[in-house]
Each structure stands twice: as C-alpha cells, then as structure tokens.
C-alpha cells in the first residue's frame, strides 16, 4: 500500500542551527513528493515539491529537500533555522497522474533561543 | 494571492445532528478535495470532486457524506447523523490540474461533536 513515514514526531532545534526532517515513502513508481508546513491554526502551506529531475529541489522560506530513489526518502533541509519556522510539516505523496495526497503523521519543530 | 476560503473556522454540534461545511475554492480550478485531521492523527483523504461528481473517495467517506457544489463557487462538506468521532479538522483544497499534482488548501473548519 502507499504510504508516507515520518520517523520523527518532535525535533527541537536551536534557532540559527541547521535542520533536516526526515520522510520515507513507499509506493510502486516514484510518486509526486510534497512538503507542507501547518503554522498553529493556519492551513496547509506547499512548501516545496518534486515531479522529476533534478533531485534537489528548492522551496519557500529557505528550505530545500533532496529526493533520494535508493533510500526512499525524500528529507527536508533548511541550513538556519528561525524562530518563526516552528511549525508542523508534513510530507506527502501522490500518484502520478492520480489526484489523492497521502500524508506522514507530520514532524513537529520546536525552536529553542 | 488567491486562496481557499472556508467557513465556519469553528462548529459545536450535538451528536446525531447535521453539519455543512463550506469551502469556496480558488476561482480558476477545476479539481476540489476534501481531507480531515483527527486530533493528533494524519492528514486523511476523504473525496475529490471533478466536472460536477466525485471522482474518487477513501473508505472514510461513506453515506454519511456528502459533497456539493451547489452554484459554482461553493463545495460543501454535508456530514449526516454526527458521530462523536467526525470530531476532526476538515480541510478543503483545490487545484488547477492533475498535471502540477499541487494542491492549494485552505485553513481548516473544526469541527467538534459533542
């Protein structure tokens, strides 16, 4: 079955360290991969993306992910964290061609002073 | 910025009683979804709406559920005979394509079943 994993439930990062969420995916063909930050009680914001190519993919807000085919991941990095990046992000992914998101429990990021 | 717009942010209601949650999508899209969040749970599909009809939905949505759009602006959400457990986060999306694959969402309607 199709499905998204998101190892961890909370990270805590110091503001201006580096940051890296980890999302793992299984599905038959190498899907569409999302990630999309939820602020406390906004919406779901798309934060970065990955269709094909360049497995490097830059986003909003500074954040960069790197889809990695052999390790099934595609992990979210972001090279100095702010305070203003506590958040909930979640991974997801979608079928080519099909039109159903399928999410990771998300990762909630706490930054400390 | 264009965005999703839903309504109501927030709706209490009584076990067993009906709820509409409505969602006016981004005007130019032709794809509208729906998702919930149970509390501390993920992200879940429930339906996709295309050219006037569901084109597909999870095992969530069964006959309790419903989806319109009523006068080509609005989709609603109808959830029949609430349960306890709708007790969710409802989230309305749309998207321009299935080409992009990206979907815009709005900011959720709680709903609480009491």
């Known amino acids: 079955a199709q499905s998204v994993t998101q190892p961890d439930i909370h990270i805590t990062v110091s503001e201006g360290a580096s940051l890296e969420l980890r999302c793992n995916y299984s599905?038959?063909?190498?899907?569409?991969l999302f990630w999309y930050v939820q602020s406390p009680g906004q919406g779901l914001q798309l934060l970065l993306k990955y269709f094909s190519g360049d497995t490097l993919v830059q986003g909003i807000k500074g954040f960069e992910a790197e889809f990695k085919r052999s390790q099934s991941s595609f992990n979210l990095r972001k090279p100095s964290v702010h305070w203003s990046d506590a958040a909930e992000y979640f991974c997801?992914?979608?079928?080519?061609?099909?039109?159903?998101?399928?999410f990771g429990t998300g990762t909630r990021l706490l930054v400390s002073p | 910025e264009p965005e999703v717009t839903q309504t109501p942010s927030h709706q209490v209601t009584q076990m067993g009683q009906e709820v509409i949650l409505h969602c006016v999508p981004i005007?130019?899209?032709?794809?509208f979804y729906w998702y919930r969040q149970i509390l501390g749970q993920k992200v879940e599909f429930l339906v996709s709406f295309y050219n006037n009809e569901i084109s597909e939905k999870s095992e969530i949505f069964d006959d309790q559920f419903s989806v319109e759009r009523p006068d080509g602006s609005n989709f609603t959400l109808k959830i029949r005979s609430t349960k306890l457990e709708d007790s969710a986060m409802y989230f309305c999306?749309?998207?321009?394509?299935?080409?992009?694959?990206?979907?815009?969402f709005g900011e959720g309607s709680r709903l609480t079943v009491l």
């Open positions: 005007s130019n899209h032709l794809y």
């Open positions: 997801a992914g979608m079928n080519t061609g099909f039109q159903k998101l399928v």
């Open positions: 599905y038959g063909a190498t899907p569409y």
């Open positions: 999306a749309s998207s321009r394509d299935t080409n992009t694959g990206e979907l815009f």
